[in-house]
């Protein structure tokens, strides 16, 4: 099993970026796909999560309206729009599966990927 994210980089606030998962080694179409986050002394945050089916989407409030998640089932890819960028959106992100019940808490998750750092000045 395999996730890689990437997408990351420095980013002035109100700007956007795309953060990508590229997975490979488990059937994807049965997997929920989430993002966390993680910034330097903070404990690792759920930021979204959508359906293996795509059809339901969840987000935590501080990225309502700003941030998208989408996947990509032929490709075996999930995605996370991130627009309008706030330098508190600055942190590790890291994307996960899960199968079953989709939980936006990090214990529940399945698999795990390495982060992708985004960092957003000022």
């Known amino acids: 099993v395999q996730l890689q994210a990437s997408g990351g980089g420095l980013v002035q606030a109100g700007n956007s970026l795309r953060l990508s998962c590229e997975t490979s080694g488990f059937t994807f179409d049965d997997y929920a796909i989430c993002w966390f986050r993680q910034a330097p002394g903070k404990e690792r945050e759920g930021v979204s999560c959508i359906t293996s089916s795509g059809d339901n989407r969840y987000y935590t409030d501080s990225v309502q309206d700003r941030f998208t998640i989408s996947r990509d089932n032929a490709k075996k890819t999930g995605y996370l729009q991130m627009d309008s960028l706030k330098t508190e959106d600055s942190a590790v992100y890291y994307c996960?599966?899960?199968?079953?019940?989709?939980?936006?808490?990090?214990?529940?998750?399945?698999?795990w990927g390495k982060g992708t750092l985004v960092t957003v000045s000022s």
């Open positions: 996960s599966v899960l199968k079953g019940v989709v939980s936006m808490r990090a214990r529940d998750m399945d698999f």
